[in-house]
């Protein structure tokens, strides 16, 4: 076991929060090291083929000088790109990341960190190779790690009969078998095309009476559509615009309204350009939802309701729960019990306050973890930019205020 010098700063993840706050933070000018592995959860758990929902203009990663933006690297490259007009492949996204952390996070270090807990002075880290770090802030940015969510009517199905739409990244294996997915999102529906496209037979299994599909962009805009529809990165209309803006308004909300609007704001719904790839070429179940499910000769055998009670048997060869991400504090295995005991929560994700800080001081969460503080932005790449002024900022400040007061101490040590 070895220890290391102390830190200032330590960002656990390097997904689109991790990397943009730590471009924000080395901008600023304040020390800090970066754990995990570059864009992880995109190069290794969405599917080939995939495209981002969020428009082209919602998209980038956040730098100081807003320089580095999609846009910019697919001009760069000679890429298709438009800020509204075509949707974003995974592919051109994640090379655009990679090349942001590149350029802008050299220093990412891609060591796992297994444990945290708090210290006099801070927090004392172990990473996955033994080393012991001690740091003033930490700020955890580890994304839908850890939240991954399948009901419990097949959770205890066997592994190879059934899995998560988040483990996939070739669904060309599944040419020629039976698939069956559960959900109505944007995940369920570009997944069922990925698999019909790939020469699978494939049905979507959903509690929604009808499957609910994104309208085109408008991209002429008169001027009362502007002015009645604002255009923001969640899409169009007053209250996504002022959710986008204003983050910060977003807070001052009821605690029982904000987790209302994450949860009902931008419902599950299909992207336009998906439309055409699903259906017609995919059976939809909607109004429907299982009760049962068991194993019969090597497959899996669905009891599937409708609202009447009526009971269909479905045999099918593998089921996907497509069915998104739950937030749970005490999942994030790294934090310590004690540590875990000192942070109060809201519906099992951590209270924050106007700074991304959470009730232990100098502990930051972002992402999905703080959509219940600062709106639904904060579940998209759109989040990323207000998350990383606000944290690197205030870090930055304290720092500017704490620099002073150490060296006077100093002086004075070394005057005695």
């Not at 942001?100 to 990412?108: D, G, M, S």
């Not at 996504?240 to 910060?248: C, F, G």
């Amino acid at each position: 076991m070895s220890y290391s010098s102390n830190t200032e700063t330590v960002i656990i993840g390097a997904g689109p929060f991790g990397l943009s706050i730590a471009a924000h933070l080395r901008g600023a000018g304040a020390p800090f090291r970066i754990f995990g592995k570059p864009m992880d959860r995109w190069l290794s758990q969405m599917p080939v083929g995939m495209f981002l929902k969020s428009e082209g203009r919602a998209s980038s990663l956040s730098d100081p000088a807003g320089r580095h933006t999609l846009a910019r690297f697919c001009a760069d490259n000679n890429l298709p790109y438009d800020d509204r007009a075509m949707p974003v492949s995974l592919d051109t996204f994640t090379r655009y990341a990679m090349s942001f952390q590149r350029e802008l996070v050299p220093n990412v270090e891609e060591v796992m960190v297994s444990r945290v807990d708090a210290s006099p002075d801070g927090f004392t880290l172990k990473l996955e190779n033994g080393e012991i770090l001690r740091t003033r802030n930490v700020i955890v940015a580890t994304g839908l790690e850890h939240t991954v969510y399948v009901p419990p009517v097949i959770r205890y199905l066997p592994q190879a009969l059934r899995s998560h739409s988040s483990e996939h990244t070739d669904l060309s294996r599944f040419a020629g078998k039976d698939v069956t997915l559960i959900g109505a999102g944007q995940s369920s529906l570009e997944t069922a095309a990925l698999l019909s496209e790939a020469g699978a037979q494939v049905r979507v299994i959903a509690r929604k009476p009808a499957v609910a599909w994104n309208d085109p962009p408008r991209l002429k805009r008169s001027l009362y559509h502007k002015l009645r529809y604002p255009l923001s990165d969640l899409g169009e209309g007053l209250q996504v615009w002022l959710y986008s803006k204003a983050p910060n308004v977003f807070s001052c909300l009821p605690l029982t309204t904000r987790i209302t609007k994450v949860k009902t704001v931008l419902d599950a719904a299909g992207a336009c350009w998906l439309r055409s790839r699903v259906e017609g070429k995919t059976e939809i179940l909607t109004g429907r939802f299982i009760t049962n499910a068991t194993v019969q000769d090597g497959r899996v055998a669905l009891k599937v309701a409708d609202r009447a009670g009526n009971l269909l048997t479905i045999m099918t060869d593998h089921v996907i729960a497509a069915t998104g991400y739950r937030y749970d504090l005490q999942k994030l295995s790294f934090l310590s019990d004690r540590l875990k005991e000192r942070l109060q929560t809201e519906d099992k994700r951590p209270r924050l306050n106007r700074t991304y800080e959470s009730t232990v001081p100098h502990l930051y969460f972002t992402g999905i973890a703080s959509a219940y503080q600062f709106g639904p932005s904060m579940r998209f790449i759109a989040g990323v930019g207000y998350a990383a002024r606000v944290i690197s900022g205030h870090i930055a400040q304290h720092q500017q205020k704490v620099a002073p007061q150490e060296t006077r101490i100093a002086a004075a040590s070394v005057s005695r």
